[in-house]
């Protein structure tokens, strides 16, 4: 079975633009999670989404948002990018709340590079 | 808050040798406590958890880790270290949203 894939892999952006990043989870699991990991630090969480509804979301501004696809796969935008948002992007799938004793299964996620 | 707090940032074993990275953890209620490897320049790997029961948990690769509710620590724990056992470790908590909150990590060396 395939694990979760993240698209793109790396990307290089400018000040100002906005990115699209694309996570499909593991076939079966509803719930996508998002996190940012800045080098030499431990993720950071963003948002999860399960049933296609938000349910929650870390202490990140409203440049960030996420939406979840009828098909479960999701995406993340960044609006207005700054440098500080250089960083690897993980997605993460799970079961779901009702079923979920907490284990995350990661992409290899999508380095992005603001310059 | 629900937190984990990983003291060391770097830790160097000789291969062959017992290994321990620690973490220790703030809950209320009962905790969820995982464990997780990341290799260089890849996404993160659960090797294991903690939820109920035996306190002493195994997990992939050999590792296992010891759940001590009266020092609230989750030492990640292998008896002997492999080279390849090199890594970024994270030990996190699930909180009462059902996120998953991540320590600072520990940069493991296993030297030859």
């Known amino acids: 079975d395939a694990g979760v894939t993240q698209s793109p892999t790396h990307l290089i952006k400018t000040r100002g633009q906005h990115v699209t990043l694309r996570c499909s989870p593991i076939?079966?699991?509803?719930?996508v999670s998002w996190y940012q990991q800045v080098l030499g630090q431990g993720p950071q969480f963003i948002f999860q989404?399960?049933?296609?509804?938000?349910?929650g979301r870390g202490n990140f501004p409203d440049r960030f948002s996420a939406r979840q696809f009828p098909n479960y796969s999701s995406e993340l935008n960044v609006n207005a990018l700054l440098l500080g948002d250089s960083a690897l992007y993980l997605c993460?799938?799970?079961?779901?709340?009702?079923?979920?004793?907490?284990?995350?299964?990661f992409g290899e996620g999508s380095r992005l590079t603001v310059l | 808050a629900q937190s984990v707090a990983q003291p060391e940032d770097q830790v160097n074993v000789a291969e062959g040798n017992p290994l321990t990275v620690k973490c220790t953890y703030s809950?209320?209620?009962?905790?969820?406590l995982f464990w997780y490897v990341q290799y260089p320049n890849r996404g993160l790997q659960f090797l294991l958890k903690?939820?109920?029961?035996?306190?002493l948990v195994k997990g992939s690769y050999g590792f296992e880790a010891e759940f001590n509710k009266s020092q609230t620590s989750f030492h990640l724990k292998k008896p002997s270290a492999l080279v390849s056992d090199s890594a970024l470790y994270f030990c996190?908590?699930?909180?009462?949203?059902?996120?998953?909150?991540f320590g600072k990590g520990t940069r493991l060396h296993i030297l030859p």
């Open positions: 993460a799938s799970s079961l779901g709340p009702a079923q979920n004793t907490g284990e995350l299964f």
């Open positions: 076939s079966g699991h509803k719930s």
């Open positions: 989404y399960y049933e296609k509804e938000e349910r």
């Open positions: 809950v209320s209620g009962n905790p969820y």
């Open positions: 903690y939820i109920t029961g035996d306190n």
């Open positions: 996190a908590v699930r909180d009462r949203d059902d996120k998953i909150i």
